[in-house]
Structures are given as structure tokens and as C-alpha cells.
């Protein structure tokens, strides 16, 4: 397991580092699980606004053309990824490892 800094590749990747801290005392159980359910309210909302995007997609590709749906999804995924990546510095911000 790499703890290089890297933000976790999945969730089992994040499960396992959290046990890691819990078990060198850095963290204790109730951290562990609340971190835990904050990813994974992260998650479900991230997959809820792919969702929400599918059928603008589907109708800019149908009114406007590839081109012009793809240049929109690149946006949007953009802006996804920038709020994806926010979250995830608030989740791990909490971490008494990185806030001292």
C-alpha cells in the first residue's frame, strides 16, 4: 500500500489506508468510520451527477453534434473533477496526520 501522498485509487484502497492509521493509533474507530461514510456520500454523489449528465449528453449529441457534446462533456467533467477533488481534500484534511 502506497502512502506517497497519492489520493486513494478506490475505496478499498482508502479502507486500507484508514486501518493502517487506526491501527499506528493515529486515528481512532469513529474517524476511521466517518471518514468512511463521507467518501462514500462523495461517491454517491459523484455517481449521481454522471448520471444527471448522460441525458444532456445524449441530447447535445443528438441536437448539435459529436464535436459539440464532447467539447460540453469536457467541461462539465472538468468541473466534476474539481468539485470530486475539493471533497476529497476536505475528507482528508480531517485527518489529524495532515492537520497536526
Given amino acids: 500500500m502506497s502512502m506517497d501522498g497519492?489520493?486513494?485509487?478506490?475505496?478499498?484502497e482508502l479502507v486500507e489506508r484508514l486501518a493502517d492509521l487506526r491501527l499506528q493509533g493515529i486515528l481512532d474507530t469513529h474517524e476511521e468510520e466517518r471518514l468512511l461514510e463521507q467518501f462514500d456520500a462523495m461517491l454517491r454523489d459523484v455517481n449521481d451527477e454522471k448520471a444527471r449528465l448522460e441525458p444532456e449528453y445524449n441530447r447535445r449529441l443528438r441536437d448539435d453534434g459529436l464535436e459539440s457534446a464532447n467539447e460540453w462533456l469536457r467541461e462539465a467533467a472538468t468541473e466534476?473533477?474539481?468539485r470530486h477533488g475539493?471533497?476529497?481534500?476536505?475528507?482528508?484534511?480531517q485527518l489529524r496526520v495532515v492537520t497536526g
Fill in 86 to 93: 475539493e471533497a476529497t481534500r476536505a475528507i482528508t484534511d
Fill in 80 to 82: 466534476l473533477g474539481r
Fill in 6 to 12: 497519492a489520493p486513494p485509487r478506490s475505496r478499498e
